[in-house]
């Protein structure tokens, strides 16, 4: 099983500032097959990138992903006051399908 | 637009089975794709059950395999989640999600295990 870790826990920046997520996992997730996904208080994550890079329909350009192999990152370039959240990475290239334990975005 | 609702019972007694359904609109299950189940313990992350491609094929987590079936009902575009022998442990929001990716999400829905 692919064990993902994110890092910070917890991020605490202002809205505009960068915010810059980590997932690492314990062994390469094959043809990068790593999803971010928001997930506000209340309500049902929802994808943000899939295939480590590429934003799903509707998202907004300043959320990017990155990386290969065992190390990945989730970017979102100006904080908007709807992006504070937590955000999962989730790996989908091995059985069993595997999370990481999120990292939480609050306002400072 | 593709939606998923789930729907089974909210509340359950240690021992009994959960079992959940999950509707499908907007789009086939014959179609193609997984259809995954994937739950969240109150306030802590997220946990992959497992999966059903459309011609059954079925995938589940190791840890819960031997009380987990997945099922699929073409004719009513619906697929389903059984978890026998339920305890306290398996109180949670289960959510019914397309694909790998996990494109589409249901709302979930909460179970609550307690005697």
């Known amino acids: 099983e692919i064990v993902l870790t994110q890092s910070p826990g917890t991020l605490s920046l202002s809205p505009g500032e960068r915010a810059t997520l980590s997932c690492r996992a314990s062994q390469s997730v094959t043809s990068n097959y790593l999803g971010w996904y928001q997930q506000k208080p209340g309500q049902a994550p929802s994808l943000l990138i899939y295939?480590?890079?590429s934003r799903a329909t509707g998202i907004p350009d300043r959320f990017s992903g990155s990386g290969s192999g065992t190390d990945f990152t989730l970017t979102i370039s100006r904080l908007e006051p709807e992006d504070f959240a937590v955000y999962y990475c989730?790996?989908?290239?091995?059985?069993?399908?595997?999370f990481g334990p999120g990292t939480k975005v609050d306002i400072k | 637009q593709v939606q998923l609702q789930e729907s089974g019972p909210g509340l359950l007694k240690p021992s009994e089975t959960l079992s959940l359904t999950c509707t499908v609109s907007g789009y086939s299950l014959t179609s193609g794709y997984y259809w995954v189940w994937i739950r969240q313990p109150p306030g802590k992350g997220l946990e992959w059950i497992g999966a059903?491609?459309?011609?059954?094929?079925?995938y589940y987590h190791p840890s819960l395999k031997s009380r987990v079936t997945i099922s699929v009902d073409t004719s009513k575009n619906q697929f389903s989640l059984k978890l026998t022998s339920v305890t306290a442990a398996d109180t949670a929001i289960y959510y019914c999600?397309?694909?790998?990716?996990?494109?589409?999400w249901g709302q979930g829905t909460l179970v609550t295990v307690s005697s």
């Open positions: 059903i491609f459309h011609s059954g094929n079925t």
């Open positions: 989730h790996q989908y290239a091995d059985s069993p399908s595997t």
């Open positions: 295939g480590a890079s």
């Open positions: 999600v397309r694909d790998h990716v996990l494109d589409y």
